[in-house]
């Protein structure tokens, strides 16, 4: 069984910082993509940044210059650096991983639990 557990979340003022952490653990035989998404209230899904195995990251146009996404592979573990916070960036932060449990498995993307970022002075 793969669990992904989120830290970092809170209520910080514009322009502040924030760093999220989201460790994976369990049966893991490969890991692959990790990245983070994000929701705002009555907004869909959005991703915000990802990350390959293979060291490529991207990026959605509205973090561009303020969110670095970088992973620890010897942790299993993907993080997301926000500065420069802005009000529209409040919303839940999800993060999620592509893992192969076994070698016998097939591959399948795992999710956090969540965690909230409130952006207001």
């Known amino acids: 069984q793969v669990q992904l557990v989120e830290s970092g979340g809170g209520l910080v003022q514009p322009g502040g910082s924030l760093r999220l952490s989201c460790a994976a653990s369990?049966?893991?035989?490969?890991?692959?993509?990790m990245g983070w998404y994000r929701q705002a209230p009555g907004k869909q899904r959005e991703l915000v940044a990802a990350?390959?195995?293979?060291?490529?990251?991207n990026y959605a146009d509205s973090v561009k210059g303020r969110f670095t996404i970088s992973r620890d592979n010897a942790k299993n573990t993907v993080y997301l650096q926000m500065n420069s916070l802005k009000p529209d960036d409040t919303a839940v932060y999800y993060c999620y991983a592509v893992i192969q449990p076994s070698v016998v498995a097939g591959v399948t993307t795992y999710w956090g639990q969540g965690t909230q970022v409130t952006v207001s002075s």
């Open positions: 369990g049966s893991i035989f490969s890991l692959y993509n």
């Open positions: 990350s390959t195995n293979g060291g490529s990251t």
